[in-house]
């Protein structure tokens, strides 16, 4: 039987695992400082809640009209990140682009809007297991490939490894290696349908959406760096600069790439903790690069694995803060690539700063 992960939402306590707290016991962050304490003042308005119920609730019962301007939100999101960062390859260059949990697809039709030449793969949650609709307008669906499919029905575990009777799937060969852009925009839908035997407690629900939120974390970035082509770009979604798992995340892209931005675009979400890091030039053809990622891709497929067939009834457990250690410890995180966190976090705290105030300042809150 499939049930929605969709559930009452409870406002964590202030002060647990706060991340920012962390970061401003190390360092003087003005920026990080600010939005901190306006996070606080929207935790503490109890005026608020109704707002992101309602919110919540458009979410989960999208009607055609919503999912249209959400369409043209991402458009408009897409272009203000390419103007500020330079996301698309040359003009006139050919290309091929994947984008991962593309619908409706405001993303992959600004790109085939802006570049004639290009040719794009999407896969996305089918709308029967919760996903948004597909609306990619109808002339530029010629050089477009719509996958339905849900991500997490890839088998993404390592080779040989067996036990994944419901994963049959690897990714194509045909696909490994092949894009000079891969974008993954996907998040935790509370709408997403799973599998639950009987009638599933409120407890249920909240652990259903946290192994799915994990998992999904994990198989977009194995299926970005699997499809992206050396020297390609990588444009990932990611929440709070400085908390686990984006932290650990941004390392790697760091690592793996000529070039690392992050930019939050003023024009979705601006006062919310999402932002995007974009990664240009992943893994040109160096020894060390190909073995790190490589290196890499096995620990992430490792930790896919457990996520989905571990725990104590072998139905998939939550990540940890050490599951990464492969990658990063917190530890070296909060160390030496604490100033480089800072100075990648700043522009992305501000914009948030700015929209909570203007926020605030909509809703009455002083």
């Given at each position: 039987?499939?049930?929605?992960l969709?559930?009452e939402?409870?406002?964590?306590?202030?002060?647990?695992?706060?991340?920012?707290l962390?970061?401003?016991?190390r360092r003087?962050?003005?920026?990080?400082?600010?939005?901190?304490q306006?996070?606080?003042?929207?935790?503490?308005?109890?005026?608020?809640?109704?707002?992101?119920?309602?919110?919540?609730?458009?979410?989960?019962?999208s009607?055609?009209?919503?999912?249209?301007?959400?369409?043209?939100?991402?458009?408009?999101?897409?272009?203000?990140?390419?103007?500020?960062?330079g996301?698309?390859?040359?003009?006139?260059?050919?290309?091929e682009?994947?984008?991962?949990?593309?619908?409706?697809?405001?993303?992959?039709?600004?790109?085939?809007?802006?570049?004639?030449s290009a040719r794009?793969?999407?896969?996305?949650?089918?709308?029967?297991?919760?996903?948004?609709?597909?609306?990619?307008e109808?002339?530029?669906?010629?050089?477009?490939?719509?996958?339905?499919?849900?991500?997490?029905?890839?088998?993404?575990?390592?080779?040989?490894?067996?036990?994944?009777?419901?994963?049959?799937d690897?990714?194509?060969?045909?696909?490994?290696?092949?894009?000079?852009?891969v974008?993954?925009?996907?998040?935790?839908l509370?709408?997403?349908a799973y599998?639950?035997?009987?009638?599933?407690s409120?407890?249920?629900?909240?652990?259903?959406?946290?192994?799915?939120?994990?998992?999904?974390?994990?198989?977009?970035?194995?299926?970005?760096?699997?499809c992206?082509?050396?020297g390609?770009?990588?444009?990932?979604?990611l929440?709070?600069?400085?908390?686990?798992?984006?932290?650990?995340?941004?390392?790697?892209?760091?690592?793996?790439?000529?070039?690392?931005?992050?930019?939050?675009?003023?024009?979705?979400?601006?006062?919310?903790?999402?932002?995007?890091?974009?990664?240009?030039?992943?893994?040109?053809?160096?020894?060390?690069l190909?073995?790190?990622?490589?290196?890499?891709?096995?620990?992430?497929?490792?930790?896919?694995?457990?996520l989905?067939?571990?725990?104590?009834?072998?139905?998939?457990?939550?990540?940890?803060c050490?599951?990464?250690?492969?990658?990063?410890?917190?530890?070296?995180?909060?160390?030496?690539?604490?100033?480089?966190?800072?100075?990648?976090?700043?522009?992305?705290?501000r914009t948030?700063?700015e929209?909570?105030?203007?926020f605030?300042?909509?809703?009455?809150?002083?």
């Amino acid at each position: 039987m499939s049930r929605s992960l969709a559930y009452e939402y409870t406002a964590p306590p202030l002060d647990a695992n706060s991340a920012a707290l962390t970061v401003l016991e190390r360092r003087h962050v003005p920026e990080l400082a600010e939005l901190d304490q306006l996070r606080r003042k929207g935790w503490r308005d109890e005026g608020l809640d109704g707002h992101f119920r309602t919110q919540r609730k458009v979410a989960d019962q999208s009607t055609h009209a919503s999912e249209v301007f959400w369409f043209e939100m991402m458009k408009k999101g897409m272009k203000e990140m390419d103007d500020a960062v330079g996301i698309l390859p040359s003009q006139g260059m050919p290309f091929e682009f994947l984008d991962v949990c593309c619908c409706p697809g405001g993303f992959s039709s600004f790109t085939l809007n802006k570049r004639r030449s290009a040719r794009g793969v999407g896969i996305s949650l089918p709308v029967s297991s919760g996903g948004h609709s597909f609306m990619l307008e109808d002339y530029l669906r010629p050089r477009y490939r719509f996958i339905e499919k849900d991500i997490l029905e890839y088998n993404l575990a390592p080779s040989g490894v067996s036990g994944m009777p419901h994963s049959p799937d690897r990714l194509p060969d045909s696909m490994l290696e092949r894009f000079q852009l891969v974008i993954i925009d996907g998040h935790a839908l509370r709408t997403y349908a799973y599998a639950s035997p009987g009638q599933p407690s409120l407890n249920d629900a909240k652990e259903a959406h946290i192994l799915y939120r994990d998992s999904l974390h994990i198989a977009q970035l194995i299926v970005a760096l699997e499809c992206v082509r050396p020297g390609g770009t990588i444009m990932m979604r990611l929440s709070h600069v400085e908390a686990f798992p984006a932290a650990h995340f941004l390392y790697l892209l760091d690592k793996l790439s000529d070039e690392l931005t992050v930019y939050k675009p003023r024009s979705m979400h601006a006062y919310r903790g999402t932002f995007y890091v974009v990664a240009k030039g992943i893994c040109r053809r160096t020894p060390t690069l190909l073995e790190l990622k490589a290196r890499y891709v096995a620990g992430l497929r490792q930790l896919w694995f457990a996520l989905r067939c571990g725990g104590p009834d072998g139905r998939g457990r939550r990540m940890s803060c050490s599951d990464l250690d492969f990658i990063v410890s917190t530890e070296e995180i909060l160390g030496g690539y604490l100033d480089r966190l800072i100075e990648l976090g700043r522009p992305v705290w501000r914009t948030q700063a700015e929209g909570l105030h203007g926020f605030f300042a909509k809703k009455g809150i002083k």
